[in-house]
């Protein structure tokens, strides 16, 4: 081995629940891959690689939410290990779709409707929850998937010791650098003023509307959003089933509110 | 100045002629809105273009670029975003813009970025006729008689052209056969005929004499909670303003020992994080606070240090909010008239 | 475009300088030292500042920020901060060893009015990390100190390990020609030899102040401000001859970002240093 690789840092990609997007994508950065393995000493990552171990780690990239007792000990112990954790996609920071049942009596009718009285036997169910409901995480990545260029300058910047640096602003920025006309002023049910940017504004370059897969931006004026679409005419189940799609988690106070269950 | 005039026809053979050693930029359609882009097709350019989406400082200052690539030699400067450019089709109010940040970016230390961008474009300004947003008259930015190269004005069958510069000489004499040295009485009545249809085309406006007085006045006013309570805090009055400028900048480091860049994006401070520093505090945690500080700029301070506002009038903000917190809703509430808006209603909605 | 490259480097003003620290050291907790050389030897004599005035110092990959310079002009060639982690930058540079290259360009800003202060009474008054550009001119000060009347310095912290610069301030008191008072808040050590209590319970130790001819400078936490300033005033200060320095968010330091914008001014440019004048009629400053 080359000299220094001791001091490399120990890196663990991890997968919950989810599509295994965010893992693809750090899969599918093709021309970095080689520097990315060459740079850190990446001890598991299960999409890519078969020796994989579970030991000490500088940085765990988790992705996916918690939807079994098992993920959640595997969790508790990726914590256990790493004295960094990040929470990759939009999964493991709000939750994502499979959270979008908030409350809880929702989510157990849902779940009985789809596995009906089925016994689980391998390991218990759990509502769906975004790793930072068990668990402190030092840092989020969001994104559905997350961005190639946003994840290689968080690695990077975590390989030197660096928190990341991410754009804080809503979906809105982008989208204008883009010289997109706003949707929103034509009818449009965009979630663009409410979503984090990163994605470069991509859906609604292809004109279609922002469905909020980055999670809510930090200062989401959700009121405003809300009550904007309710004025464009959308029914009131139809924007909170919107607001709720990707990030119910990430708003649940303001969709609490709006249901009338304040918490 | 001299004044030349120009057949409708010969328009195309001109740009032509002086597009062949630079980008012509010029605005075309998108959907239903208008958009500075690279043009090849002359036909594509819309001759009677309202507003561009974003104003032309897209194309000295783009939304991103890299000021420098830096490697452990140190720091190169990156100028590769700026080629030659002519930018045609402008209109006044637009030029005003670029007048108001030359000023700027060359005040107390000169922002190379923007000035050798500024040195390798032509303008070439194009009249244009207001639609219900504009309000250019009310800044006194529907005339301008600088910064510009050339300056056409559309009168149906033949342009009247401003040469604003020598470069702009140098245009014209590439082809001086395409162009008419003498105007007739009758050109200069048709152009006095235009000029006076096109002042009484605008359909409303606002005292911008009365606006630095009312934003001191009025700056505890219970109005900039609401318009806080209501702003989406999206930044696009500020990314659509011809007269922003603030930026950040995004340090991008590569693996694998490849130079890194310094990487300049454009900022906005109607923006949460704008005025946080390390540590996490926040001088404008609050949305009026942060609204406050872009209608100062726009409506107050610039007519005390400058004599005139950094609001040109292109109604840029007017269309873009949407929740119409813009120049027009706000000026109007300031003087106390009410209009109506997006946020006075969700204002009604909520206290209701 | 190669020709013009040429021609703008070297006025280029967001071209950092290559420096190296020269010393680095904790002097609290959360607060370092560092002593920085700029490598170039011409632009290191070259780089003339006023107290007051601040530099933006780049770690490669981390980014950039603004520091008040501490050291003073009196003494040239070395650059000193006082620097607490913050942020990126600062997290960055609390890695960094001596001899390890840093970027630094400046100086920036208004500085503090020396020529306005000669022949006068300074009267400074530190909060924590006030002391980063405060003892710059409180050097200054010393340094040239036929230049000015009487020199005090009142000097607050939360605990004794809290106080920056505590020894070299406690050593300063054996100094007849500078009247100087410190306190802590609270002495957790119980060997604390000085004062206990907030900044201002040191003002009745001032005696036969001339307030017409004296300069209260003020540089602390937000919440000092107000108290101080309160004080100052009642001593018949004039408004325009209390001075602060301000913190604000910067990414350029030349007035072209805009982040540090207040009203019409910049605070890269107008600023760090204003009057209590300025305060008053410009509502955002503090």
């Known amino acids: 081995m080359e000299k220094g690789s001791k001091e490399k840092l120990k890196i663990g990609i991890y997968e919950l629940t989810g599509c295994a997007g965010d893992a693809l994508l750090i899969l599918d950065c093709e021309k970095e891959l080689i520097d990315m393995f060459k740079a850190a000493d990446i001890q598991s990552f299960l999409m890519a690689k078969s020796d994989n171990i579970d030991g000490e780690l500088d940085v765990a990239l988790v992705e996916g939410s918690v939807s079994t007792e098992r993920e959640k000990e595997e969790l508790l112990d990726i914590r256990k290990r790493a004295k960094t954790v990040v929470a990759i996609g939009i999964c493991a920071c709000f939750g994502g779709i499979q959270a979008a049942f908030l409350d809880k009596k929702d989510w157990e009718k849902n779940f009985k409707k789809v596995y009906g009285d089925k016994k689980m036997t391998h390991t218990k169910p759990l509502q769906s929850k975004p790793i930072d409901a068990y668990i402190k995480v030092d840092y989020y990545l969001p994104g559905c998937p997350i961005g190639k260029e946003q994840f290689l300058s968080t690695f990077n910047r975590i390989l030197r010791g660096h928190p990341p640096e991410l754009y804080r602003f809503s979906v809105c920025v982008e989208c204008k650098w883009n010289e997109n006309d706003c949707l929103l002023n034509k009818g449009i049910p965009c979630l663009g003023p409410i979503t984090r940017a990163g994605c470069g504004s991509i859906c609604i370059n292809h004109n279609l509307p922002c469905v909020g897969c980055w999670g809510p931006v930090e200062e989401a004026n959700l009121t405003s959003e809300f009550h904007l679409l309710r004025e464009k005419g959308f029914d009131y189940d139809f924007i909170k089933k919107k607001m709720a799609n990707f990030s119910g988690t990430g708003m649940a106070d303001f969709l609490g509110e709006l249901k009338g269950e304040k918490k | ?352 | 475009m190669n020709s013009q490259n040429k021609q703008l480097t070297g006025v280029n003003p967001f071209v950092p300088q290559p420096a190296r620290i020269v010393r680095t050291y904790y002097l609290t907790e959360d607060v370092k030292f560092f002593q920085v050389r700029i490598v170039d030897m011409e632009k290191a004599l070259s780089f003339e500042y006023l107290p007051g005035q601040f530099a933006m110092i780049s770690v490669l990959g981390a980014g950039e920020a603004p520091f008040c310079l501490s050291s003073t002009p009196s003494r040239p060639g070395l650059l000193e901060f006082c620097i607490r982690k913050a942020g990126a930058v600062t997290s960055a540079l609390f890695r960094m060893k001596e001899n390890d290259l840093i970027g630094l360009r400046g100086p920036y800003g208004n500085g503090f009015p020396i020529e306005r202060m000669h022949n006068k009474d300074i009267l400074i008054i530190v909060g924590g990390l006030g002391v980063a550009p405060l003892r710059s001119v409180l050097l200054y000060c010393l340094d040239n100190r036929d230049q000015f009347r009487r020199v005090f310095l009142l000097h607050g912290a939360k605990r004794p390990a809290e106080m920056i610069f505590r020894e070299e301030f406690l050593a300063l008191k054996e100094r007849e020609d500078l009247e100087c008072h410190l306190t802590v808040d609270d002495d957790d050590t119980g060997t604390w030899t000085e004062k206990i209590g907030v900044v201002t319970t040191l003002f009745p130790l001032l005696e036969e102040i001339d307030p017409a001819n004296t300069f209260g400078l003020v540089c602390g936490p937000p919440v000092m401000y107000k108290f101080v300033i309160k004080e100052l005033v009642n001593l018949n200060i004039p408004k325009d001859q209390i001075l602060m320095t301000l913190e604000r968010r910067m990414k350029c330091g030349v007035g072209k970002c805009g982040h540090c914008a207040i009203d019409y001014i910049y605070t890269c440019l107008d600023g760090p240093v204003f009057t209590y004048w300025d305060v008053i009629h410009m509502r955002e400053l503090i």
């Open chain 2, 1 to 352: 100045m001299r004044i030349i005039k120009l057949k409708k026809d010969n328009l195309f053979p001109f740009l032509e002629v002086i597009s062949e050693e630079a980008d012509l930029w010029a605005p075309v359609k998108k959907g239903d809105k208008h958009v500075f882009k690279v043009v090849d097709d002359f036909s594509q350019i819309e001759m009677n273009s309202t507003r561009t989406i974003l104003p032309p400082r897209k194309i000295f200052l783009p939304p991103t670029f890299d000021m420098f690539s830096v490697s452990e030699e140190g720091y190169k400067e990156d100028f590769s975003h700026i080629t030659k450019k002519i930018l045609f089709g402008i209109h006044p109010c637009d030029i005003h813009g670029l007048l108001i940040l030359d000023n700027f970016y060359k005040q107390a230390y000169l922002d190379p970025y923007y000035l050798e961008a500024r040195k390798n474009t032509l303008i070439l300004g194009l009249s244009c006729w207001p639609d219900e947003y504009c309000f250019a008259k009310s800044t006194n930015t529907h005339i301008i008689e600088e910064g510009f190269d050339l300056f056409f004005t559309y009168l149906k069958d033949f342009f009247l052209v401003w040469i604003g510069s020598s470069q702009g000489d140098d245009l014209v004499r590439l082809k001086p056969e395409l162009f008419d040295e003498k105007l007739t009485d009758k050109d200069i009545q048709t152009y006095l005929n235009w000029q006076a249809e096109r002042d009484k085309a605008y359909k409303w406006d606002l005292n911008f004499t009365a606006m630095p007085d009312l934003m001191e006045l009025k700056y505890g006013d219970p109005l900039w909670e609401k318009l806080g309570d209501t702003c989406l805090a999206c930044g696009s009055c500020t990314n659509v303003c011809p007269t922003c400028g603030c930026y950040n900048i995004m340090d991008k480091q590569f693996l694998g020992g490849k130079d890194g860049k310094i990487m300049r994006h454009w900022d906005a401070c109607t923006l949460e994080e704008y005025s946080e520093v390390a540590g996490g505090e926040n001088f404008r945690k609050k949305r009026s606070d942060r609204l406050k500080l872009w209608y100062t700029h726009k409506l107050q301070a610039f007519i005390s240090k400058y004599g005139k506002p950094s609001c040109v009038g292109c109604g840029r903000c007017i269309v873009a909010c949407p929740v119409d917190i813009n120049v027009r809703t706000v000026g109007k509430a300031l003087l106390g008239e009410e209009e109506d808006a997006f946020w006075i209603r969700l204002n009604k909605e909520v206290t209701k």
